[in-house]
């Protein structure tokens, strides 16, 4: 027979919490075992792989729903399919990183400006916010 884990140990050994778990049990995203009467539930081991596998997911951006699609992909027929959702996720981070750069430009030009300010009663950052 498999190692069995109480929730507590689940926890633990895929280094999340608690609640962490019950969240991903109520998205769907990890089967709650039945409890036996009057005992504790309990976990294969194959579900601290599963937890460990969303964490990591979730590491690289993908949202809970993009994880509850990769869990669905079967391993050995879903390169492609899993390749394309991984493609797109990339695009999105590298949108993400243009438009940070974008504003991280604007507001050290605006942090400069206030710098450069001759102590003035206008702030050009507030000024800038306020703008119509």
């Given at each position: 027979?498999?190692?069995?884990?109480?929730?507590?140990?689940?926890?633990a050994s895929a280094g999340v919490?608690?609640?962490?778990?019950?969240?991903?049990q109520r998205r769907g995203l990890l089967d709650e075992p039945a409890r036996p009467?009057?005992?504790?539930?309990?976990?294969?081991?194959?579900?601290a792989k599963r937890l460990r596998f969303i964490?990591?997911?979730?590491?690289?951006?993908?949202?809970l729903s993009e994880v509850g699609g990769?869990?669905?992909?079967?391993?050995?027929?879903a390169c492609a399919e899993t390749q394309a959702l991984a493609a797109r996720k990339l695009a999105l981070i590298e949108q993400k990183i243009t438009?940070?750069?974008a504003m991280q430009k604007v507001l050290a030009g605006l942090v400069q400006q206030c710098g450069d300010?001759?102590?003035?009663?206008?702030?050009?950052?507030?000024?800038v916010l306020t703008k119509d």
């Open positions: 027979m498999a190692a069995e884990l109480t929730i507590g140990k689940l926890a919490n608690v609640e962490t778990i019950r969240y991903h009467q009057g005992g504790q539930r309990r976990y294969a081991m194959e579900q964490k990591r997911a979730q590491a690289l951006g993908f949202t990769l869990l669905r992909l079967d391993a050995g027929c438009d940070l750069a300010g001759n102590g003035g009663a206008s702030c050009p950052i507030i000024d």
